[in-house]
């Protein structure tokens, strides 16, 4: 194996991998509890315009990037407010006005269309010690910030109208939450691209959220899932390159953080079914002592026959009926 | 003397939305203690009365007083335990039991402050006043109607609220569950709880109730002792059961947002 972690443009990736795959998850995991999954969508598009001007005015992109989102952002969220059930609609005028005004301006400024392309879909391993500290100090600021006002950013994100009655700022927190997803948005910029950005805040929550039945577990979860596909894909990707020529670490990080998605969803599919069959019976005597027939199968545990409790005993599932086990025979339920 | 500071008033309390006033010039006062039942009609103003009441909808006229302080000037809100209709429940994130009533003890909690042991207390205990204490760690999504109902009444339990603000708990809730939350209310009743109810119809709740108020047309039409439900639903207190399925200042569903996404639903003007 060869030992890819022997260059320095190799370790400045880790590192920005590191702190990215383990904040986009959390601010991700709130907007998808307020079902604002494509904000982050909406804002990398925004970000777009940014970059162009970045690049039109000679200043670091990352920073016009971050002005231009986090401005996207409240507008997204001032428009969500006023307006009633409109907010699909503002975050799609926003998405074509951010990547239109992006190109453009890039036009403009007389870029080549392959030098946007790296803030399109991530350039980890051309990024430069100082984008490093910065991507650092700003995912440690997005995580300290998520996790620490937890309860209150969940609580505004469960219902709105509760928080504001329990003496919350909920359009504080809204607007914090939406300069966060901002800030995590132009973050990521660089490790897996803007066009890609919501992928690496939704997709791990989303693979988690198949396997836990808390808010908690599903937020720590999608932050390991981040963790392991930022890193899996970068390394995945320094690996093949040595035999494949092209590939990119960008897409690699989503394919990955999708196939734990693929592994995770059938088992959680499975999961609810199972769940929802052991949802006990209503405590309801049978309309009439209705015995079975001849039953030459002996239920009990294990028996292969969903175990389902009803009142003081157990129904056994199967063929459509519901079997209690009365002294020597079967009662039908 | 300090017991006599109503627990709630509104004077003169007019509420406009969409342009069209809702509430016109009501009066209430609730003292403490009270089980007060919200009545009437779909679309008579008693769920805008109970919201404008929490400051959830600005009054264009009128003031609103929560023990002795202006709405404005209120910041106390821990003695406020409020229960939104069911709907807002769940997100579309997993989310336990535990967690959606912890969030009841954020009026209580300062930011950046773990659970302490007094919360956690706080938290179990409103579970089993609701019946709910065996479903701690389930998922609010596999509870029935009625037991998420009963999770958000824990939820403002879980606040130790004196004054309890609920709209439409029975709305959709079987007839058990109906019984597990009077048995609730019973319980907080005994504990000296002031309580405002919005109901349409009050079933089991029924002997709690000690003052109903019935509106009608955006007014008070009656404020006195406790009526049965098909008093309420009388003549004089306009139609009974009517659904508003045409109400005329909900969304307009068939309308595209793309023209307007900007305009605020309070200042739409109606053709």
């Known amino acids: ?333 | 003397m300090l017991t006599d500071v109503p627990v709630l008033s509104i004077t003169d309390g007019t509420v406009p939305i969409a342009g069209r006033p809702v509430l016109r010039h009501v009066d209430l006062t609730v003292r403490p203690g009270e089980f007060v039942a919200l009545m009437g009609a779909n679309g008579s103003g008693k769920s805008t009365l109970m919201r404008s009441m929490t400051g959830l909808l600005p009054l264009s006229r009128g003031t609103v007083e929560l023990f002795g302080t202006p709405l404005q000037r209120f910041r106390d809100w821990s003695r406020v335990g409020y229960v939104p209709q069911r709907s807002s429940a769940i997100g579309g994130v997993p989310t336990s039991v535990w967690e959606v009533v912890s969030t009841g003890r954020l009026s209580r909690r300062r930011p950046l402050r773990p659970l302490l042991a007094r919360d956690r207390a706080a938290i179990r205990e409103a579970l089993e006043v609701v019946g709910l204490a065996d479903r701690v760690r389930d998922g609010v999504s596999t509870l029935s109607g009625g037991q998420q109902q009963r999770a958000l009444i824990a939820r403002a339990l879980a606040g130790e609220p004196e004054l309890l603000l609920l709209d439409e708990p029975t709305a959709g809730v079987d007839l058990p569950n109906q019984r597990a939350l009077a048995d609730a209310l019973v319980t907080l009743k005994g504990r000296g709880v002031t309580m405002v109810l919005v109901a349409h119809e009050l079933g089991p709740l029924a002997p709690l109730v000690d003052r109903a108020v019935v509106m009608r047309d955006g007014q008070v039409a009656y404020d006195g002792p406790p009526l049965a439900d098909h008093e309420v639903h009388g003549p004089f207190f306009g139609p009974g059961h009517h659904h508003h399925h045409d109400d005329p200042t909900g969304p307009p569903d068939h309308v595209p947002g793309v023209t307007s996404p900007v305009d605020s639903a309070a200042e739409e003007v109606l053709p």
């Open chain 1, 1 to 333: 194996m060869i030992d890819v972690l022997g260059y320095d443009f190799m370790i400045r990736a880790m590192l920005a991998a590191v702190f990215t795959g383990l904040s986009a998850p959390i601010v991700g995991t709130y907007l998808v509890q307020r079902r604002l999954s494509l904000m982050g969508d909406g804002l990398g598009h925004v970000a777009v315009t940014g970059v162009a001007l970045g690049l039109l005015t000679n200043t670091s992109p990352t920073w016009t990037a971050i002005a231009v989102a986090i401005l996207g952002a409240v507008l997204i969220e001032v428009i969500r407010e006023r307006g009633h059930g409109g907010g699909d609609v503002a975050l799609a005028l926003l998405f074509y006005g951010g990547i239109a005004g992006g190109v453009l301006i890039t036009g403009i400024a007389g870029q080549s269309a392959s030098r946007l392309q790296e803030f399109l879909f991530g350039s980890i391993t051309t990024i430069s010690v100082q984008d490093v500290w910065v991507t650092m100090a700003l995912a440690a600021a997005v995580m300290a910030i998520g996790l620490g006002l937890g309860p209150q950013l969940f609580t505004v994100a469960q219902d709105q109208e509760f928080a504001k009655v329990s003496g919350l700022n909920v359009r504080a927190y809204n607007l914090l939450l939406a300069v966060l997803a901002a800030v995590t948005v132009t973050v990521a910029m660089r490790t897996v691209g803007l066009l890609l950005v919501s992928a690496l805040m939704i997709v791990p929550v989303a693979a988690t959220q198949q396997l836990t039945r808390s808010f908690r577990s599903t937020l720590l979860g999608a932050m390991g899932v981040g963790l392991v596909s930022s890193v899996g894909g970068l390394l995945i990707a320094a690996w093949a390159s040595f035999e494949v020529q092209g590939i990119s670490p960008g897409p690699t990080i989503v394919l990955l953080s999708l196939t734990f998605f693929a592994l995770t969803w059938p088992v959680g599919a499975w999961l609810r079914h199972r769940r929802r069959q052991r949802i006990p019976f209503d405590e309801m005597p049978p309309l009439a002592h209705q015995t079975t027939g001849e039953h030459p199968h002996q239920h009990g545990e294990n028996c292969g026959h969903p175990a389902v409790p009803h009142g003081d005993h157990v129904d056994y599932l199967h063929d459509g009926h519901r079997h209690a086990p009365h002294g020597a025979h079967y009662d039908e339920h």
